[in-house]
């Protein structure tokens, strides 16, 4: 099964359509949903695995050209038993994890093979006949027509069931390949460092900074907001049981705007961030993000929703307290 069909999704799907469908399965086959089931925890790794890919559009591309070379070295389809209905030793059947996919369709049958094989060869005034009859008919076809042509269809958008807003760049073993930020443009402030401590730029607005891998997914999300503010931040989500050493999210918070940390796993965190006007560190406390089943419906999760305002009060800011930078590297 490849990730297309792991999601349910079409390989000419939009990437609204997948986020859509990475949310809605991600609900379905998590395993506090389902009572700690092993295979329901085997298919959320699946789910993750493969929105990993085809969430990115980078990674995508060489999926899709991955699937397409091995289409094209792909041994030919074995005859099938004319007498039986069954399928034939050592298949395995596709249904077996609960989702009904087409199979694919094989390019012709048994039958149809061996009455080509036995196809006579044509005499050559029979091929020239044949190549008249064809010229002819591509004149009928492609000849204009005097009517007027039919007013054309406009296409019709894709609506993904489920809004998901952006996910951020997700960890992949051995690459630091990342989504690109997609915001409204809006360029540094002028005394922040224009280059983020792994040396890729700031994003142009409030968004994840790249070359960072990320972890800890889930359905909570953090609220940023630095509305008030002109100073722009490097911010780290971190989780207590692995301190600042390997952060959840690396975010670049702009002056005057806000930002939205989505898909967090539930467990214990807090915020360390760096004022990159002044180079001073801090850090919030302890906050723990939840994830249930909801009182009225068991059916559906409910997740938390975290908020933080960056509101300066002198040489520090409210709800925070000093980190040294040592702390702030996880060094």
């Given at each position: 099964?490849?990730?297309?069909?792991?999601?349910?999704?079409?390989?000419?799907?939009?990437?609204?359509?997948?986020?859509?469908?990475?949310?809605?399965m991600s609900?379905?086959?998590?395993?506090d949903r389902?009572?700690?089931?092993?295979?329901?925890?085997?298919?959320?790794?699946e789910?993750?695995?493969?929105?990993?890919?085809?969430?990115?559009?980078?990674?995508?591309?060489?999926?899709?050209?991955?699937?397409?070379?091995?289409?094209?070295?792909?041994?030919?389809?074995?005859?099938a038993?004319?007498?039986?209905?069954?399928?034939?030793?050592?298949?395995?059947?596709?249904?077996?994890?609960?989702?009904?996919?087409?199979?694919?369709?094989?390019?012709?049958?048994?039958?149809?093979?061996?009455?080509?094989?036995?196809?006579?060869?044509?005499?050559p005034?029979?091929?020239?006949?044949?190549a008249?009859?064809g010229?002819?008919?591509?004149?009928?076809?492609?000849?204009?027509?005097?009517?007027?042509?039919?007013a054309?269809?406009?296409?019709?958008?894709?609506?993904a069931?489920?809004p998901?807003?952006?996910?951020p760049?997700?960890?992949?073993?051995?690459?630091n390949?990342?989504?690109?930020?997609?915001?409204a443009?809006?360029?540094?402030?002028a005394?922040?460092?224009?280059?983020a401590?792994?040396?890729?730029?700031?994003?142009?607005a409030?968004g994840y900074?790249?070359g960072?891998?990320?972890s800890d997914?889930?359905g909570?999300?953090?609220?940023?907001s630095?509305l008030?503010?002109?100073?722009?931040?490097?911010?780290?989500?971190?989780?207590?049981?692995?301190?600042?050493?390997?952060?959840?999210?690396?975010?670049?918070l702009?002056?005057?705007?806000?930002?939205?940390?989505?898909?967090?796993?539930?467990?214990?965190?807090?915020?360390?961030?760096r004022d990159?006007?002044?180079?001073?560190h801090f850090?919030t406390?302890?906050?723990?993000?939840?994830q249930?089943?909801?009182?009225?419906?068991p059916?559906?999760?409910?997740?938390?929703?975290?908020?933080?305002?960056?509101?300066?009060?002198?040489?520090r800011y409210?709800?925070?307290?000093?980190?040294?930078?040592?702390?702030?590297?996880?060094?």
């Amino acid at each position: 099964m490849n990730h297309y069909q792991t999601l349910g999704v079409s390989r000419d799907a939009i990437p609204e359509v997948i986020k859509a469908a990475y949310k809605a399965m991600s609900q379905k086959h998590h395993p506090d949903r389902n009572g700690g089931d092993a295979h329901a925890h085997g298919r959320m790794q699946e789910i993750n695995a493969a929105y990993a890919v085809l969430g990115s559009p980078a990674e995508r591309a060489n999926y899709d050209r991955m699937l397409d070379a091995e289409a094209s070295f792909a041994p030919p389809f074995p005859k099938a038993d004319q007498g039986s209905g069954t399928p034939g030793a050592g298949e395995e059947d596709s249904d077996q994890d609960g989702f009904d996919f087409e199979p694919p369709m094989q390019p012709t049958n048994a039958v149809e093979l061996d009455t080509l094989e036995k196809l006579p060869y044509l005499r050559p005034t029979e091929y020239a006949s044949l190549a008249i009859f064809g010229l002819f008919t591509a004149f009928i076809v492609l000849r204009p027509s005097a009517e007027k042509p039919a007013a054309p269809v406009p296409p019709v958008a894709a609506v993904a069931a489920i809004p998901v807003p952006d996910a951020p760049p997700r960890k992949t073993r051995g690459s630091n390949a990342t989504r690109p930020v997609e915001s409204a443009v809006r360029s540094p402030p002028a005394s922040v460092v224009s280059v983020a401590p792994n040396g890729a730029p700031w994003p142009q607005a409030s968004g994840y900074v790249s070359g960072y891998e990320s972890s800890d997914y889930g359905g909570s999300q953090i609220e940023l907001s630095n509305l008030k503010g002109s100073t722009a931040f490097f911010v780290k989500l971190i989780n207590t049981r692995r301190g600042a050493k390997d952060p959840s999210r690396y975010v670049y918070l702009a002056g005057n705007q806000h930002f939205t940390i989505v898909n967090v796993a539930p467990g214990n965190y807090f915020i360390g961030y760096r004022d990159l006007a002044t180079g001073a560190h801090f850090r919030t406390g302890t906050f723990a993000l939840n994830q249930r089943p909801a009182p009225t419906d068991p059916t559906q999760l409910e997740y938390t929703t975290a908020r933080f305002e960056f509101s300066r009060v002198g040489n520090r800011y409210l709800d925070s307290s000093n980190m040294s930078a040592s702390e702030f590297d996880g060094s």
